[in-house]
């Protein structure tokens, strides 16, 4: 199982971090590109996705790994 991918917030960009990283991975415009590059990461790694809102409070978490009781989709 690889490392989990993050969507944070930073400045007026969007990073995706995996866990424990201190450098983004990568650093798009929107939301919604940062999204879909860590969605990728986090199935290829069998990971986990979580996204923070524009407040910093994580809004969504999917799971790609080999969690068995883990639904598809949580939302905080």
């Not at 991975?25 to 524009?54: G, P, Y």
């Amino acid at each position: 199982m690889g490392k989990d991918q993050f969507v944070v917030r930073r400045g007026d960009k969007w990073a995706v971090v995996g866990a424990n990283n201190e450098r983004a991975t990568r650093i798009t415009d929107t939301q919604k590109e940062a999204i879909n590059i860590a969605r990728n990461i986090a199935i290829n790694q069998q990971s986990e996705m979580r996204v923070q809102d524009r407040n910093g409070k994580w809004r969504k978490c999917n799971s790609y790994g080999n969690d068995s009781c883990s639904p598809k989709d949580k939302n905080y």
